[in-house]
């Protein structure tokens, strides 16, 4: 079946140093990649996507590559600020019928 | 719009009772998810529905859940009895399609507390 596998959180790190966090997944087919943020007492959000292989997605500075041949989806940004700090969930949706696969979560704490 | 809209946002009940959470999609959106999420198990999918209809409910813990959807403007779930082990933060989202083409959109969650 369907799996995604994130670095375990928390991450924490200094306000614009760099961020990774890594995503990897396993799934049939050639599924979509999607990251979403969950800010404190809210809902998940869409951050960004990519549909096919070495398709970027961005978005407020965030970055992600699909890489079909490492099966990775590492999320980036070059310099965080202290509202980034949120739990961040990386996502596959295949071409069945199953709903979106959400991976465990990474929490990311920006300090000042 | 106002988002999908999930009432109530804190609900906290006795172990035998019943719960009813509720969900307002985002008019026009053709999907319906419901989520669970907790510390232990992260994010998991429980039930989706398309044109208000049943596809996956695979992800149901046991009979004591149920979810319905009678229009296209609200759906529920329903644990009847709860037990301790059903608190959780549950989502209801809402998309264009399966994969969402701008992305699911979800409630605001309800935190569920059973005693």
């Known amino acids: 079946g369907n799996s995604v596998t994130q670095m375990e959180g928390p991450v924490t790190l200094s306000e614009e140093a760099f961020l990774t966090i890594n995503c990897t997944y396993t799934?049939?087919?050639?599924?979509?990649l999607f990251w979403y943020v969950q800010y404190p007492g809210e809902g998940l959000q869409l951050l960004l996507k990519?549909?096919?292989?070495?398709d970027k997605g961005s978005n407020k500075g965030f970055e992600a590559t699909y890489r079909k041949e490492t099966t990775s989806f590492h999320l980036e940004k070059g310099s965080v600020q202290v509202s980034d700090s949120a739990v961040y969930f990386c996502?596959?949706?295949?071409?069945?019928?199953?709903?979106?696969?959400f991976g465990s979560g990474t929490r990311l704490q920006v300090q000042p | 719009d106002a988002g999908v809209i999930q009432s109530p946002r804190h609900e906290v009940t006795e172990m035998g009772q019943e719960v009813t959470l509720r969900c307002k999609p985002i008019?026009?959106?053709?999907?319906l998810f419901w989520y669970r999420q907790t510390m232990m198990r992260g994010l998991e999918l429980l039930i989706y529905?398309?044109?208000?209809?049943?596809?996956?409910d695979s992800g149901m813990p046991e009979d004591r859940f149920s979810a319905k959807m009678p229009n296209a403007s609200f759906s529920t779930l329903k644990i009847q009895p709860s037990e301790p082990r059903d608190s959780a933060v549950y989502f209801c989202?809402?998309?264009?399609?399966?994969?969402?083409?701008?992305?699911?959109?979800f409630g605001s969650g309800t935190r569920l507390t059973v005693v």
């Open positions: 989202a809402s998309s264009l399609g399966r994969q969402g083409t701008g992305g699911y959109t």
């Open positions: 799934a049939t087919g050639y599924p979509s």
């Open positions: 990519a549909t096919k292989a070495d």
């Open positions: 996502a596959l949706s295949d071409t069945g019928r199953r709903a979106l696969t």
């Open positions: 008019s026009g959106h053709d999907y």
């Open positions: 529905f398309n044109n208000n209809v049943p596809i996956d």
